[in-house]
Every structure is written in C-alpha cells, then in structure tokens.
Nanobody, 120 residues
Framework: QVQLVESGGGSVQAGGSLRLSCAAS????????MGWFRQAPGKEREGVAAIDSVGSTIYADSVKGRFTISKDNAKNTLYLQMNSLKPEDTAMYYC??????????????WGQGTQVTVSS
C-alpha cells in the first residue's frame, strides 16, 4: 500500500520561502514520475511541478523560476522548494504519483496535502 506523507507547509509572508517534503512508503520515488499539485478554495487544481525517473522536471508557468522540485532517492522523499512566495501561491499542496500527464503535470494518486498560506 502506497503512503505519501507531506510536511513543511505553513504560513509565510510574501517573498518568503518554504520547503515541502513528501515521505513515500510502498512506492519508489526513484523509479517513477512524481510531483506536486495545488488547489485553492474555489479554484481548479493546478499541477505545479513533476519529476520523472531520470530527473527531468517540468513546472507550471506560474511557478517557473521560483519553485524547484527534487528528490532524495536514499530517503525516498520528494521535495518542493518554494522561494519568492506570493499570496496567489496560497493553496493546499498535494504530493502525487503516477503521472497521467506530463505537460501540464497531472497525477492519478496523491497524499493528504499540506496547507501553504502566503500573506501580503
């Protein structure tokens, strides 16, 4: 059974940084496509970033240059480094796996999510 546990969310002022972590069990992050998506109340789900088995990455235009997705194969953990945060980045962020689409990133399964709130 696959389990994804996200952490690292919280409240930050605009311009600040957060790093989200996603510890995976029952799923090898090194072998498959994984990523992050977010959803704010009343808004559509948005694929934020994805990384494939060889380390290729893709980002939504809205976060390109500010967010970085990475993984630590030894820890079986996925990360999302978020810099220069903006109020519009406020959302629930979900770690996800089994990419159903690369561009834009879409996924079939995800964890419980972690809340990110950016104040102006």
């Amino acid at each position: 059974q696959v389990q994804l546990v996200e952490s690292g969310g919280g409240s930050v002022q605009a311009g600040g940084s957060l790093r989200l972590s996603c510890a995976a069990s029952g799923y090898t992050v090194s072998s498959y496509c994984m990523g992050w998506f977010r959803q704010a109340p009343g808004k559509e789900r948005e694929g934020v970033a994805a990384i494939d088995s060889v380390g290729s990455t893709i980002y939504a235009d809205s976060v390109k240059g500010r967010f970085t997705i990475s993984k630590d194969n030894a820890k079986n953990t996925l990360y999302l480094q978020m810099n220069s945060l903006k109020p519009e980045d406020t959302a629930m962020y979900y770690c996800a796996y089994r990419c159903s689409s690369w561009s834009p990133p879409k996924f079939r399964y995800w964890g419980q999510g972690t809340q990110v709130t950016v104040s102006s």
